[in-house]
T-cell receptor
């Protein structure tokens, strides 16, 4: 029972173009969403996050969009660079206090390849 | 300005042996989380600890797995009598409050059971 789904296992994009990574969730209690980037043999590195009270958050080349009604979020990377090649994980956290409010629920990841 | 430190990076154990994975949180962080990543899967929450306290172990298998975060020293994830299915990457993360900030992850320990 996957509560966070990343349906595209992989994505290839030309350098300089836009990369769009998608994520869907099913748990309506999730109110905070994060994207992590992971290189092989390393731990996940926090990239950007968004609270459910917003529909967009931007940080440099990275923008996350949240569509609460569709339970969908996406990460846009513009322009894409070869160094962006990595696995990107979408994660979500429930907002209620108590057990589970600190747990991150991860998707399976999307492997992004940026072609020079 | 060290980040979350995990050791060893790689650990090979024979079936039936014990595995001990260590995690030192970032300086100033008193909250530690352990996650496990099986091949081709996302990270799955295992346990959340504060100093000397287990806050939530709902993601831990009921048997053979235990975790501690003593007053002094690193957090330890202990797996007794390892089986092949325990082979995975184990990641530790730390934060400076009750998970309301983005947790910072260590580089992980890759456990291989042969």
């Amino acid at each position: 029972d996957q509560q966070v789904k990343q349906n595209s296992p992989s994505l290839s994009v030309q350098e300089g173009r836009i990369s769009i990574l998608n994520c869907d969730y099913t748990n309506s209690m999730f109110d905070y969403f994060l994207w992590y980037k992971k290189y092989p043999a390393e731990g996940p590195t926090f990239l950007i996050s968004i609270s459910s009270i917003k529909d967009k958050n931007e940080d440099g080349r990275f923008t996350v969009f949240l569509n609460k009604s569709a339970k969908h979020l996406s990460l846009h990377i513009v322009p894409s660079q070869p160094g962006d090649s990595a696995v990107y994980f979408c994660a979500a956290r429930a907002g209620y206090s108590g057990a589970g409010s600190y747990q991150l629920t991860f998707g399976k990841g999307t492997k992004l390849s940026v072609i020079p | 300005n060290a980040g979350v430190m995990q050791n060893p990076r790689h650990l090979v154990r024979r079936r039936g042996q014990e595995a001990r994975l260590r995690c030192s949180p970032m300086k100033g962080h008193s909250h530690v989380y352990w996650y496990r990543q099986l091949p081709e899967e996302g990270l799955k929450f295992m346990v959340y600890l504060q100093k000397e306290n287990i806050i939530d172990e709902s993601g831990m298998p009921k048997e053979r797995f235990s975790a501690e975060f003593p007053k002094e020293g690193p957090s330890i994830l202990r797996i007794q009598q390892v089986v092949r299915g325990d082979s995975a990457a184990y990641f530790c993360a730390s934060s400076d409050d009750r998970g309301r900030t983005e947790a910072f992850f260590g580089q992980g320990t890759r456990l291989t059971v042969v």
